[in-house]
């Protein structure tokens, strides 16, 4: 199994000068630290890709040991082109997240022995900045994005995409406009491809993507009181 971490951005929201994954938590450490750290309890960190663009050279001087995908166009693209950049040299099932995700280690857990392709959900009410998810009567995603309705939770940005359906999904990605997110090309997939992704319920799992500044105080929060 491979891991992407979607790590090319330039994290405007949060009016940072650094890439987000190299956001302190506590201590020093990281977002990319705590992702490392958790990623490696399943999968080898020489199966670690890291999709980088913004300040690149930040990310690779500070973590070596990776391999890394360069996306030259990150100021005019999005997270659908990262990943289509990362997918090409890939032939194994494939784990990818987005690079400002905090998580558990056992929220990876959840992920692993899946024998389709799957996405972690969380059940909860969502506002318009989530992605969120429907499914059909026989309980997989048939909508993910932004503007779904009447979803019953949000996709929290971890997903697993299985080695048979790779070359469907790089073929949507393909078809996917620059400044599109991956979850349009799934969508996609789902849809003419009939492929099967099943949602996955993290239940109480601590999971939180870093967009705002009330996200990252909420994460500390978390570590101030919790040891991961």
């Not at 940072?16 to 750290?37: A, F, G, H, M, N």
């Not at 990150?74 to 997270?79: F, I, L, R, S, V």
């Not at 194994?92 to 959840?110: H, Q, S």
């Not at 620059?178 to 996955?200: G, S, T």
């Amino acid at each position: 199994m491979k891991v992407v971490i979607l790590a090319a951005g330039m994290g405007t929201r949060l009016a940072r000068t650094l890439p987000k994954p190299l956001i302190s938590l506590k201590d020093e450490e990281t977002i990319l630290d705590y992702q490392i750290r958790n990623i490696t309890r399943y999968v080898s960190i020489q199966d670690i890709y890291v999709v980088v663009g913004y300040k690149k050279e930040l990310l690779m001087e500070k973590y070596p040991e990776l391999l890394y995908v360069y996306n030259n166009g990150y100021a005019q693209t999005n997270t659908g082109r990262s990943l289509l950049l990362a997918l090409r040299k890939i032939e194994e099932d494939t784990i990818w997240l987005n690079g400002d995700i905090f998580f558990e280690d056992r929220v990876l857990e959840k992920l692993m022995g899946s024998r389709t392709s799957a996405v972690l959900v969380q059940k909860k009410e969502c506002g318009e900045e989530e992605v969120k998810y429907t499914v059909d009567r026989k309980g997989f995603v048939r909508e993910i994005s932004k503007n779904v309705r009447n979803s019953p939770g949000e996709s929290v940005g971890i997903n697993l995409i299985k080695k048979k359906d790779i070359p469907g999904f790089v073929r949507h990605l393909e078809k996917t406009g620059p400044r599109d997110y991956f979850e349009k090309a799934m969508e996609r997939m789902i849809r003419l491809d009939k492929v099967r992704v099943r949602p996955v319920d993290i239940g109480d799992l601590f999971c939180v993507e870093i967009d705002f500044p009330e996200d990252l105080e909420r994460v500390r929060d978390r570590l101030r009181s919790r040891v991961y």
